[in-house]
């Protein structure tokens, strides 16, 4: 089962890739002939999708090596790491995209090149609507926030395609400022992906809690366990691909320890059952009369 799953990813992933290295070569090649610059930003655009693909797979494929004697909590983190990789290397481009816009000019005009660029984005449109159909059916069906991902830039993508098309149509008709604006445009929209990449990979590299209502379900539910008195302290961390959850409970402290280790494990099935993306799980016992938690205190402000 988890076989199948590694496998539809992989596919998914893939397709993402050589679709948007489609569009580069067209984008890239059209708007080169057709002296388009906002088609030519567009294809840097795709360019920066393809590298975004490539590296989401292979932080992926890296994150889900399992645990070995020198990464006792495996590899998850190389995910959040080559986000933060490419989220750098996406913002470079962006940059120098502006730049280029502020200095260049259009030369597209009422021709057979001018609908070609004009066919191309789209062509575009089309085929990242439905991108962002697949990857997003396929995130929720595999459970994969990779996927959830891409198909949110996969769908703003198609925004931004309408709004070189528009650009380039207004060219075609002498409104030559529209496309330098677009392209402008288009760069501070690769700028803003590159700069959420790194700032969501970084967010997992220093352990921010990844959602409140997360914890506050955690808690509920292993306050739900029979046996548990208290959810003394609750700690989410973020292994790249899926949360360890570390937590203290109290317990009656005159059962012996046996049926406190079976609490225990009670609160572990629970939690990683309730709760899908927890996939690990350290539950710490102590007597119910030495609890950790203050009177009226809420653990869930210390994820």
């Known amino acids: 089962m988890q076989g199948d799953r590694q496998r539809q990813i992989t596919r998914t992933h893939w397709l993402g890739v050589g679709g948007n290295a489609l569009l580069a070569v067209l984008k890239l090649g059209v708007g080169g002939l057709a002296g388009s610059r906002a088609l030519i930003a567009d294809g840097v655009h795709s360019s920066s999708d393809v590298a975004m693909n490539l590296g989401a797979w292979l932080g992926w494929r890296w994150s889900a090596k399992p645990r070995d004697r020198d990464h006792h909590y495996g590899h998850g983190n190389g995910e959040a790491l080559t986000a933060v990789g490419i989220g750098l290397i996406v913002v470079a481009a962006g940059v120098g995209l502006g730049w280029m816009a502020l200095r260049g000019r259009s030369s597209v005009g009422p021709d057979a090149l001018g609908v070609a660029a004009v066919s191309v984005e789209l062509l575009s449109m089309v085929l990242k609507f439905g991108l962002a159909r697949v ?9 994969s926030p990779i996927l959830v991902a891409l198909s949110r830039d996969n769908l703003a993508d198609v925004l931004t395609s309408g709004l070189v098309l528009l650009a380039i149509t207004g060219a075609i008709f002498g409104l030559r400022w529209l496309e330098p604006l677009a392209a402008g445009v288009v760069g501070a929209v690769i700028v803003w992906h590159g700069l959420i990449s790194a700032y969501e990979g970084l967010g997992v590299l220093m352990d921010r809690a990844p959602d409140h209502a997360l914890t506050a379900q955690i808690v509920e539910t292993a306050a739900g366990v029979p046996g548990v008195c208290s959810v003394d302290d609750v700690r989410v961390h973020p292994l790249g691909t899926h949360l360890r959850a570390d ?19 009670a609160v572990e099935r629970a939690v990683t059952r309730t709760c899908a993306r927890v996939e690990e799980v350290a539950v710490h016992v102590n007597p119910a009369s030495h609890s950790n938690a203050a009177p009226g205190s809420d653990p869930s402000v210390r994820a």
């Open 135 to 143: 990857t997003a059916s396929r995130g929720r069906e595999l459970d």
């Open 247 to 265: 937590l203290e409970v109290g317990i009656d402290g005159t059962i012996t320890v046996a049926q406190g280790h079976e609490i225990a494990h």
